[in-house]
């Protein structure tokens, strides 16, 4: 099946950068095609927001709270979504998790498939 493979996450100081990569794979099957990616966030006690999205034509959307901090972008030969995170503040904490909506052959069952797919997620902290 597919699978989303976050890092980059960690502990860094308010003001500090971060950089998040997500890495799809499909380890029974080949992936066609790669359509909205993107990220969310989840802080103790809070609802996930998202975070960041990009389509596959380059088109990008931010929350209001990362807008001009977050940058968002694809490395398609790697079948992968970045987030550079700079100007960190101690309210960006929480657990990021990719998003991919993700169109795939599964060699198993021959099937072709197509859904949304959510990683594990990477934990960041802002702290001084």
């Known amino acids: 099946q597919v699978q989303l493979v976050e890092s980059g996450g960690g502990l860094v100081q308010p003001g500090g950068s971060l950089r998040l990569s997500c890495a799809a794979t499909?380890?029974?099957?080949?992936?066609?095609?790669?359509?909205?990616m993107g990220w969310y966030r989840q802080a103790p006690g809070k609802e996930r927001e998202l975070v960041a999205t990009?389509?596959?034509?380059?088109?990008?959307t931010y929350a209001d709270s990362v807008k001009g901090r977050f940058t968002i972008s694809r490395d398609n030969a790697k079948n992968a979504v970045l987030l550079q995170m700079n100007s960190l503040k101690p309210e960006d904490t929480a657990v990021y998790s990719c998003?991919?909506?993700?169109?795939?052959?599964?060699?198993?069952?021959?099937?072709?498939?197509?859904?949304?797919?959510w990683g594990k997620g990477t934990r960041v902290t802002v702290s001084s």
């Open positions: 990009i389509t596959s034509t380059g088109e990008t």
């Open positions: 998003n991919a909506h993700i169109n795939w052959y599964n060699d198993n069952d021959r099937g072709y498939y197509a859904n949304n797919y």
């Open positions: 499909a380890d029974s099957g080949s992936i066609f095609a790669i359509y909205t």
